[in-house]
């Protein structure tokens, strides 16, 4: 049974840090892309990055490209995310989709592309 856990999220100041970690488990993700979604109260959840498991590709949301890294080591999704702002506020969740060889990552940007969800870990930005 697949399974993914989040952690990391915490409480930070506008241009702090925080690296999220996805620990993935249940099957091989040789064949799948693992992404990083976000949901504040009241909104959609939004696309914020994409891998596939290998790392040769990759895929950010515009408003995240020059400050948020993703990356994996061994059985866990990483995202680094710096010089935070309060818009950044949210719930950050995990998922994991079965790659489509037919279309590119950027095919990997909505939320109904995945298969399998983390719970979520809370990100707050604030003053």
């Known amino acids: 049974q697949v399974h993914l856990e989040e952690s990391g999220g915490g409480s930070v100041l506008p241009g702090d840090s925080l690296r999220l970690s996805c620990a993935a488990s249940?099957?091989?993700?040789?064949?799948?892309?693992i992404a990083w979604f976000r949901q504040a109260p009241g909104k959609e959840r939004d696309f914020v990055a994409v891998?596939?498991?290998?790392?040769?590709m990759s895929h950010y949301e515009s408003s995240v490209k020059d400050r948020f890294t993703i990356s994996r080591v061994k059985d866990s999704v990483y995202l680094q995310m710096n010089n935070l702002r309060i818009e950044d506020t949210s719930i950050y969740y995990c998922?994991?989709?079965?790659?489509?060889?037919?279309?590119?990552?950027?095919?990997?940007?909505?939320?109904?592309?995945?298969?399998?969800w983390g719970q979520g870990t809370q990100v707050t930005v604030s003053s």
């Open positions: 249940g099957r091989t993700f040789t064949s799948y892309v």
């Open positions: 998922a994991a989709g079965e790659i489509n060889p037919l279309q590119p990552i950027t095919f990997f940007t909505a939320a109904r592309r995945f298969d399998y």
């Open positions: 891998t596939t498991w290998s790392g040769g």
